[in-house]
């Protein structure tokens, strides 16, 4: 059974930076499609940045040009580095994989930025 589980979220001040992790148990979890989301209090789960198969990334508008997505050469460990956080990134964060039968998502971890 595919497992995914985030780390790398704490309280961190605004200008500073922040590296989450998210690593997918299973044999089926090899460089398959992978992305980041994040809700904040209130607000609908929204898309933050992705990586797939050929290694191409897509990101939000929100966050480009501030967070990098990148996984492991065994494709089951993907990270999402995020430089100049702004207190509107205070969201937990969510990894998802996409894996043959449907999507697989984390319990997430939360990220607050003070300002």
């Known amino acids: 059974q595919v497992q995914l589980v985030e780390s790398g979220g704490g309280l961190v001040q605004a200008g500073e930076s922040l590296r989450l992790s998210c690593v997918a148990s299973?044999?089926?979890?090899?460089?398959?499609?992978m992305a980041w989301y994040r809700q904040a209090p209130g607000n609908q789960r929204e898309f933050v940045a992705g990586?797939?198969?050929?290694?191409?990334?897509k990101y939000a508008d929100s966050v480009q040009g501030r967070v990098t997505v990148s996984r492991n050469s065994a494709g089951n460990e993907m990270y999402l580095g995020m430089n100049s956080l702004k207190a509107d990134d205070t969201a937990v964060y969510y990894c998802?994989?996409?894996?043959?039968?449907?999507?697989?998502w984390g319990k997430g971890t939360q990220v607050n930025v003070s300002s």
């Open positions: 998802k994989e996409v894996l043959p039968y449907g999507d697989i």
């Open positions: 299973g044999s089926l979890s090899r460089g398959n499609t």
């Open positions: 990586i797939y198969p050929n290694g191409l990334t």
